[in-house]
């Protein structure tokens, strides 16, 4: 028995479906990450789990109980929202222990569980502290910490981390990663629209577009073996090229778009070339630099290099890769082929 199941489920606003036909098995203990565009439908799926929007067409299951008609506060989830407003003239543990104290949960209950909470958190140190003496990334921490003192059986998280400073993001993000190594029962589903997040969080990557599931697998089966040309481009940065047949150096097959990731393209000769193409642009990063290229043809590419690049704009450079590092996607569906 899965921990969470959606079967063929549909939202409609209005007129407007927003979201079509989405199966999903959530095990327990499972940190699964949304992952799509703005606008894709992510917190409308994340907000139905939740019990804050009604879902129009089909079931949604936590464990064997059917959940779709059962209020938000009986659905044993907590979620952590992007925006999240903090009591000012509350304490931090005042701020984390209210939910409790309005379900009459007993006084040392609630200490205990605030402080196992603040513990997970680090946040011992500042539990007698007001919200405007904390950072930013720590009131963040006391929005989670007032989520997890409920003992949920399911987190939600709809893009926490999207107010913060770059900086923040990635310590909050590593917090987030030993909050889910602290509590490996409970099962957390993770929103965000960056790749980067979704990426080094999930056990399990689902990728939506326009309402509809894209593709569901870890990180690297997406990576590895994207279904479609939208999936191969999403994940991975700087994102997949996309060459028509016509663009590359090889014709065997003609009714394919070929996806070739910016860092598996490395310098070749004429004749041992794939792609070639113009150097119009150098981004230096330090680390490495991206090149941006163009074919004869007007295709648009970008390739990874050590820092140690030295080409003159206008150059002509000859590019292969490795076989298993090539993607056929069918032009006309985009789909993967092999
Ligand atoms: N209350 C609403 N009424 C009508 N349309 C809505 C409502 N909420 C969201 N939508 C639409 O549903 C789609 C998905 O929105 P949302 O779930 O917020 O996307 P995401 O979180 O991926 O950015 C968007 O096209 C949005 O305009
Ligand atoms: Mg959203």
Redesign the pocket.
């Known amino acids: 028995m899965s921990a969470l199941t959606l079967q063929n489920i549909d939202k409609v606003?209005?007129k407007?479906q927003?979201m079509h036909d989405v199966s999903l098995d959530i095990e327990q203990g499972e940190f699964v990450v949304f992952v799509?565009p703005?606008?894709?439908?992510?917190?409308?799926?994340l907000r139905m789990i939740a019990g804050l929007e009604s879902i129009s067409a089909g079931t949604l299951f936590i464990g064997d109980k059917k959940m779709n008609n059962v209020p938000a506060s009986k659905r044993g989830i907590a979620m952590v929202f992007q925006s999240y407003a903090l009591y000012p003239h509350m304490s931090v543990a005042d701020n984390m222990g209210f939910s409790l104290s309005i379900a009459k949960t007993p006084k040392q209950e609630i200490k205990q569980r605030v402080a196992a909470a603040a513990e997970i958190l680090q946040l011992t140190p500042y539990l007698n502290r007001l919200p405007k003496a904390l950072s930013g990334g720590q009131r963040q921490r006391v929005a989670i910490g007032r989520a997890i003192v409920r003992e949920p059986d399911v987190f939600l998280f709809d893009e926490p981390l999207s107010n913060l400073d770059a900086e923040l993001r990635v310590s909050t993000r590593r917090e987030i990663a030993n909050l889910k190594a602290s509590m490996p029962d409970t099962t957390m589903i993770y929103?965000t629209?960056d790749q980067v997040e979704a990426m080094t969080l999930a056990d399990k990557i689902v990728v939506?577009r326009d309402?509809r599931v894209e593709q569901v697998g870890t990180p690297l089966e997406l990576y590895d073996r994207p279904r479609n040309s939208f999936v191969g481009q999403f994940i991975g940065s700087p994102k997949m090229n996309i060459f028509g047949s016509g663009d590359l150096a090889v014709q065997n097959w003609p009714h394919h778009n070929t996806g070739i990731r910016p860092e598996h393209l490395e310098p070749a000769t004429p004749k041992t070339a794939i792609v070639s193409g113009t150097l119009e642009f150098v981004e230096k990063l330090g680390e490495y630099s991206l090149a941006y290229l163009r074919t004869a043809t007007g295709c648009e590419f970008t390739v990874k290099f050590d820092r140690s690049i030295n080409h003159a704009i206008g150059k002509e450079l000859h590019f292969k890769a490795d076989h298993n590092n090539l993607h056929q996607f069918d032009s006309k569906t985009m789909l993967r082929v092999d």
């Open positions: 606003y209005g407007t927003v799509g703005s606008g894709c439908g992510k917190s409308t799926l929103v629209h939506l309402g």
